[in-house]
């Protein structure tokens, strides 16, 4: 299937800025979001409870 070249041009966005090859960032600099704020903690309470929730709720269901 052939779409016509106004449609196509309206889903791929142009970039909104010229890109230099030649720059180099480090790892600190090239990063997009925070790091930390203890995220891997939340999200093993979070799953740990969601966990035992489930595992409340089954076994309330057979008893």
Not at 9 to 15: F, G, I, K
Not at 41 to 62: K, P, R, W
């Amino acid at each position: 299937m052939t779409y016509p070249e106004t449609a196509r041009a309206a889903t791929q966005p142009e970039a909104t800025h010229d890109v230099d090859p030649d720059l180099k960032l480090d790892r600190q600099e090239a990063r997009q979001g925070k790091t930390g704020l203890n995220v891997r903690y939340v999200l093993a309470i979070s799953l740990a409870a969601a966990i035992l929730a489930m595992a409340l709720i089954y076994t309330a269901g057979t008893a």
